[in-house]
């Protein structure tokens, strides 16, 4: 069974990752607008990928006997700039969501909570490369963004991604 300050910690981080999927999906919505159609793409898979990470958490709640508490999910912005500022955006995002599984880990260990520092474990490798993946895009943007041939060409390339599924225990 896990300690409330455990099961509070993890119910706050299942919103966070639900705001992160409202997020993510508006910033779809943003691309699709501008006709960015593998932007568009890009995003809506990350907003599904969100909703795994809030339901991995769902269920080992669940599975070590604590109580699920679901909260009021925030409204995302909806002017979010070009491809440039909504990926800064998304990168500061991803940065604030590092540092809640941070605090997460942290509490983990003042819990001694041997099993959530384990499953955490999972969230804080996922974190490094969605940063990375994440800046690899800003870094493209910076030298070529300007430019609509390679703007076209990164809608391309973005648009190459496929969703795949996280569970957890599978
Ligand atoms: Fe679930 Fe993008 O952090």
Not at 58 to 82: A, T
Not at 92 to 103: F, P, Q, R
């Amino acid at each position: 069974m896990i300690s409330e300050k455990i099961q509070n910690i993890l119910n706050e981080q299942i919103n966070k990752e639900f705001y992160s999927a409202y997020l993510y999906l508006a910033m779809s919505a943003h691309f699709d607008e501008m006709g960015l159609k593998g932007f568009a793409d890009w995003t809506k898979i990350q907003a599904r990928e969100e909703v795994d990470h809030g339901m991995i958490l769902f269920d080992y709640i669940i599975e070590r006997q604590g109580r699920v508490s679901l909260k009021q999910i925030e409204m995302p912005e909806e002017n979010f700039g070009n491809p440039l500022e909504v990926f800064e955006k998304i990168y500061s995002h991803e940065k604030y969501v590092t540092d809640s599984i941070n605090c997460v880990a942290n509490m983990t260990d003042e819990e001694c909570d041997l099993a959530t520092r384990y499953f955490i474990n999972w969230y804080i490798s996922e974190q490094v490369e969605e940063e990375a993946n994440v800046d690899d895009i800003i870094k493209k943007l910076k030298i070529f963004g300007s430019e609509k041939a390679a703007l076209y060409h990164l809608d391309k390339e973005l648009g190459n991604r496929e969703y795949k599924p996280h569970s957890y225990n599978s």
